[in-house]
């Protein structure tokens, strides 16, 4: 019974596919880059993340994990901050971050996820200035504020993120789409 058991296991580990279980990934500095070709529609999947164990929270005992993701999703460029413990909610917390010694960035554009740890900054414009900042930048450390969850703080290390930024985002460029032709009647009209 013991050799059955043992042979289910290890079929079941043969059976995970890598696509989810180990992506394909290349290094840039501190980054971590899939250089995976999604199974479904043949195109690269786009994403550059970074790890830390320096993440904190005012009701956490000790610093733990933390990671920074780079991505497009669903053709949308995305940063996607999330922790090992709640971080806010969305009615009561605030993003703020800052590069090196350059100006913080207060109170952002961001959506805190169901599970209360992962923040992510979704809209276009305030991606295009985080972006635009990470790409010449050696430190970033992000602050959230919550009633529901304490303070958090996070420091990323950036090497490498030029090449990390370029991969992450080359199939949702962070220009704004040019506009339809529709639209360009509609400005055309209201003017």
Known sequence: MAVLCAGLGLGACAMR???????ATTTSGNWKIETQTDRITGVPVPSAMLIINNASNSFADY?????????????KPMVRFAFEFKVGTDP????????????????IAARFLQEYRTVVIEDRTAVTTFVSELA????????????????????????????????????????????TPEARKKRRAKA
């Open 17 to 23: 596919d890598s696509y989810v279980a180990t992506p």
């Open 136 to 179: 010449t930048s050696n430190t970033l450390v992000i602050r959230i504020r919550s009633l529901a969850a304490g303070r958090t703080t996070a420091e990323f290390k950036l090497d490498g993120a030029p090449a990390a930024i370029e991969a992450a985002f080359a199939g949702c460029p962070l220009t704004p789409p040019a506009p």
């Open 92 to 107: 009561n917390s605030t993003l703020g971050y800052r590069f090196d010694e350059k100006p913080g960035h207060d109170n």
């Open 63 to 75: 610093a733990q994990p933390g990671s920074m993701q780079l991505t497009c999703f669903d053709g």
